[in-house]
């Protein structure tokens, strides 16, 4: 595709449900990225896929969190029991190779707008 | 551990010079970006810069890094109304793992 593809762009849920959140990366792109964007912060790590390797999944901050990548392409980003403060816009980034090359740079998806009521 | 500072606002008055200010933590950092985020859009790269080189320049941008202070700048010449957005500053020290900062909005007045 053109670019990074997130969906859906918007979910509400209810507090305790479970939610599946997509990321298609850009094709050829190895490394894969979530980030999570709340209101006012940064930008907080979550989750690293670069090819076959072992992902860095130092930044998820429960183990309501996780996230596959299936077949090197494709992301989807879980949580399990949603809970309010899981409220915020989730971003997905993929780069060409380790690092994103010699510059590191990322290309990112819209995200996708979390609420939890 | 790593930290990236930047003040959340800035407004402007269209025509005028922006400067979006950043500092950074880690003197290790060799990579420095700044990312500009539109409103429902996910973060575009604008800039970056080596951590051995004291400025850049493209087009209206032009980037200044103070190593010794750990602080970055951004100015934006001349700035438009379609500049208005959030301007991200992260580093890296590999290229691999980025540490963004809280992101500064600028807001351009007409």
């Known amino acids: 595709g053109a670019g990074v593809s997130q969906s859906p762009s918007n979910k509400v849920t209810e507090k305790g449900k479970d939610v599946e959140l997509r990321c298609d990366p850009i094709?050829?792109?190895?490394?894969l990225y979530w980030y999570r964007q709340s209101l006012g912060q940064g930008l907080e790590f979550l989750i690293y896929?670069?090819?076959?390797?072992?992902?860095?999944k130092s930044g998820l901050p429960s183990d309501r969190f996780s996230a596959e990548r299936t077949g090197g392409s494709v992301s989807t980003l879980t949580i399990q029991r949603t809970q309010q403060e899981d409220s915020a816009v989730y971003l997905c980034?993929?780069?060409?190779?380790?690092?994103?090359?010699?510059?590191?740079?990322?290309?990112f998806g819209s995200g996708t707008q979390l609420s939890v009521l | 551990g790593e930290d990236v500072e930047q003040s959340l606002f800035l407004s402007v008055r269209e025509g005028d010079s922006s400067v979006i200010n950043c500092t950074y933590t880690d003197s290790s950092s060799t990579y420095l970006y700044w990312y500009k985020q539109e409103p429902g859009a996910g973060l575009q790269l604008l800039t970056y810069?080596?951590?051995?080189?004291d400025m850049k320049q493209d087009q209206r941008l032009t980037v200044l890094l103070n190593k010794k202070d750990k602080h970055l700048s951004l100015r934006i010449a001349d700035t438009q109304t379609g500049d208005s957005a959030i301007y991200f500053c992260a580093e890296s020290i590999d290229g691999q793992n980025f540490v963004f900062g809280p992101g500064t909005r600028l807001s351009v007045l007409p």
């Open positions: 980034a993929s780069s060409l190779e380790r690092g994103g090359g010699r510059h590191g740079k990322l290309f």
């Open positions: 810069i080596f951590s051995n080189m």
């Open positions: 896929f670069q090819g076959n390797s072992a992902p860095d």
């Open positions: 094709s050829g792109h190895t490394a």
